[in-house]
């Protein structure tokens, strides 16, 4: 039996997010992903205005002048959202942890597709597969989804994004949009990160908490690591001490955005101290500028 505290929180979210799918996100959604899962119909001879990145090189060399390969746009889509439930995501030092930002995020992007007619999945990891929803239509499933990202209790405490995007790539063969939710606090992804992106339209959604980038001075305190359970005190009273927590911070984002740019995936940044929608709002303005 779901407690009713879950069922109220699954209404308050779709409620909240209604009003954003129903005014922004689906149009947006449509721009950036319909047509961009698209199959192979045939190939002719170029046309003035064709889009040159359309063109057939092997087959403009052999007939001697430019062809152009035709596609048609797939009937609907497969959305795949991938949620890092490790113990870091309970963090939060603002109005919300970062794993209740993440649930709201995925409803979101989960009513956006089903009024587009697509279909969404859910794969909840940490160092395991904790729970598997495979992909399809409707409202009632992407309650189901909801439900299952908010009242789902893991099992695993560490992030294994690696053992997660293999699991995909084995799972779902057919090409999906996949957002891949995370804080990214995890090691030796970037192979994996790689080949997935291949397969599918791979987007990174990053959460942090300020507190993960910032230590403030207020004396000694006592640190847990979330996913491993050790605890170390500090005195953030140290001005070199708050300085050096800010640098390994920021050179650890420096190098996750590497990596990322290096793979050609795309990344929504949000901070839990500041509206997720915003952001949101702008990765899908600025992709559908690049797709037009």
Same mark, same amino acid.
């Given at each position: $039996?779901?407690?009713?505290?879950?069922?109220?929180?699954?209404?308050?979210?779709e409620i909240q997010t209604r009003g954003l799918v129903n005014d922004?996100?689906?149009?947006?959604?449509?721009?950036?992903?319909?047509g961009r899962g698209m199959e192979f119909a045939e190939v002719r001879e170029y046309q003035f205005g064709d889009d040159i990145r359309t063109i057939d090189w092997n087959v403009s060399a052999r007939m001697g002048h430019p062809f152009v390969k035709v596609f048609d746009e797939e009937r609907e889509l497969t959305v795949m959202l991938l949620v890092d439930a490790s113990r870091s995501a309970d963090f939060g030092t603002q109005k919300q942890m970062k794993g209740e930002i993440a649930a709201e995020i995925c409803a979101l992007l989960a009513f956006s597709a089903i009024k587009n007619n697509d279909k969404v999945g859910l794969i909840i990891f940490t160092d395991k597969i904790e729970i598997f929803v495979p992909p399809k239509k409707g409202k009632k499933h992407v309650l189901r989804v909801i439900r299952e990202l908010?009242?789902?209790?893991?099992?695993?405490?560490?992030?294994? $994004?690696? $053992?997660a995007l293999e699991y995909l790539s084995r799972l779902i063969t057919r090409r999906s949009v996949v957002f891949l939710i995370s804080d990214f606090q995890d090691e030796d992804y970037q192979q994996s990160l790689r080949i997935a992106s291949r397969k599918h339209d791979l987007i990174a959604i990053t959460i942090t908490d300020p507190r993960e980038i910032e230590l403030p001075n207020v004396g000694f305190i006592e640190l847990q690591d979330a996913e491993t359970g050790e605890t170390i005190l500090i005195d953030t009273a140290d001005a070199s001490l708050r300085s050096g927590f800010l640098e390994?911070?920021?050179?650890?984002?420096?190098?996750?955005?590497?990596?990322?740019?290096?793979?050609?995936?795309?990344?929504?940044?949000?901070?839990?101290?500041?509206p997720y929608a915003e952001p949101l709002i702008r990765f899908f303005r600025e992709r559908a500028k690049r797709f037009r």
């Open positions: $039996m779901i407690p009713k505290e879950v069922l109220k929180k699954v209404k308050s979210i922004v996100f689906s149009g947006e959604y449509h721009s950036v992903f319909k908010l009242y789902h209790k893991p099992t695993g405490t560490k992030t294994d $994004m690696s $053992m390994n911070a920021n050179q650890d984002r420096t190098a996750r955005e590497k990596v990322l740019r290096s793979i050609n995936v795309d990344r929504i940044d949000i901070e839990t101290d500041k």
